[in-house]
């Protein structure tokens, strides 16, 4: 944890000095979203596949942009070796075998496309649809908090050793490869005994792995799942996500930073997922707590709920809070926001309201917007202590009723929407 939270502390600072006067929310200069970003998957014709992947890659490997790939079944990149994929590829996953990729542990992946040539992860269907094929998991030797240092990814993949889906070590600097300027879409397959995929799995991820300018859109399950490790994440967005936008389990320790998660209350699940889930466990019995439990450090994070009538979508009950987090979690949250939900953040009922938790539970420089509430503890309605707490000027909290239209730049804009926060019609804006 020591060498985590110097780290932590030289990330924060070093934003802090070069970016003091930014505002809340995701922020740049110019809308960071293009043109790499894509809001309209659906209507682009990605061509045919003219290579096929299948089994295990067991030597150095390089993807062209001149080829389209076909992920046949579950793909996985074994004994050390290095996945190369060169920017501007398109790499499709099968829907009839369920095609996934899997980062073994100990190999890598360099997908590090441009801002004008992203790598594209996208479904085979010609009428694409949320769920089409599996995800993509990279796996490494970091640090997790159950017993023993070691797990396995069990979503029913059919690894030729179980070796290739093992995850977690010692290893907090893990270095899996660069995962950069990427599109996932319509991933997340259910599947009948293990639940949903994630579009991205981070597992036992080192902090010297890099994974920047990510967006996943349409998947069925989490958009990224984040199991323990120690990660930094940059720039990802997640779009209209049937799962969690964000979830963060089993001693994840994750800073992530200027980020977005755009939820609509007509496309999740029933379930009612959150734009971002903090826990430590699933199971009590599963975890050493003499480990290190999750902690998520967020700063400059935009969570927004897009609705066409959001009193009348809440009354319904298609809209609940956009953060959940569990007992025996520490999470951190600065010059974020959150808008359109219902409430803005949940707590776990068995979380004690005390100094102790409160301390490891931080919202300051918040602007929470058009929320139908601000922050509960689950099952009960009173939320007098948690309002006056956090209410309180030190944390320079803010509490608006403010339209999406004069909350954020440009938000209805199908092909290009801006999510920058707009404040006194003064872009929020900063040097990159």
């Not at 014709?45 to 790939?69: F, H, R, V």
């Not at 801002?115 to 089409?132: A, H, M, R």
């Not at 030729?160 to 899996?176: A, D, H, L």
């Not at 967006?215 to 120690?230: A, D, K, L, P, R």
Request: net charge negative; with cysteine; charged share 20%.
């Amino acid at each position: 944890m020591k060498n985590f939270t110097q780290m932590l502390c030289l990330f924060l600072l070093t934003l802090s000095s070069v970016f003091a006067q930014q505002e809340k929310g995701i922020f740049g200069r110019n809308n960071w979203l293009n043109p790499w970003a894509e809001f309209q998957p659906n209507t682009i014709e990605y061509g045919e596949p003219t290579e096929i992947l299948s089994g295990d890659i067991t030597e150095d490997t390089k993807l062209n942009k001149k080829n389209i790939y076909l992920l046949l079944g579950n793909v996985f990149v074994t004994d050390s070796t290095t996945l190369t994929i060169e920017p501007g590829t398109v790499i499709i996953g099968d829907f009839k075998t369920n095609g996934s990729l899997t980062i073994s542990k100990g190999s890598k992946i360099i997908a590090e496309g441009t801002e004008t040539d992203p790598i594209v992860f996208t479904s085979n269907k010609g009428v694409k649809k949320q769920g089409d094929w599996g995800g993509v998991f990279i796996l490494g030797d970091a640090p997790i908090n159950k017993f023993g240092n070691e797990s396995l990814i069990d979503f029913g993949l059919k690894p030729s050793s179980s070796k290739n889906i093992s995850y977690g070590g010692n290893n907090t600097e893990s270095y899996s490869g660069i995962f950069k300027y990427v599109r996932i879409e319509y991933a997340g397959r259910r599947t009948i005994n293990h639940g949903y995929f994630s579009a991205l799995t981070l597992a036992g991820v080192g902090h010297n792995t890099i994974v920047e300018n990510v967006m996943v859109s349409h998947s069925n399950g989490n958009s990224f799942n984040v199991i323990g490790g120690e990660v930094i994440l940059d720039k990802l967005v997640s779009y209209k996500s049937h799962g969690n936008d964000y979830e963060f389990n089993y001693g994840a320790q994750t800073i992530i930073t200027n980020s977005l998660a755009i939820r609509s209350p007509y496309v999740s699940n029933s379930n009612r997922p959150k734009a971002m889930y903090v826990a430590s466990y699933n199971k009590r019995d599963e975890i050493d707590f003499s480990k290190k439990e999750t902690f998520v450090s967020a700063e400059n994070l935009t969570l927004v709920n897009v609705s066409n009538d959001l009193a009348g979508d809440i009354k319904i009950g298609l809209v609940k809070e956009a953060i959940y987090i569990a007992p025996d979690a520490a999470f951190s949250m600065n010059k974020s926001v959150i808008s359109g939900f219902n409430p803005a953040v949940v707590f776990d009922e068995n979380i004690k309201i005390n100094n102790e938790s409160l301390n490891k539970l931080k919202f300051t420089n918040m602007l929470f917007n058009n929320c139908n509430g601000n922050l509960f503890t689950r099952y009960n309605p009173n939320n007098d202590d948690l309002e006056d707490w956090y209410g309180n000027s030190s944390f320079f909290n803010v509490y608006a009723k403010s339209p999406d239209e004069e909350t954020f730049i440009d938000l209805k804009n199908n092909k290009r929407p801006d999510f920058r926060l707009r404040i006194n019609k003064i872009v929020a804006s900063n040097m990159d």
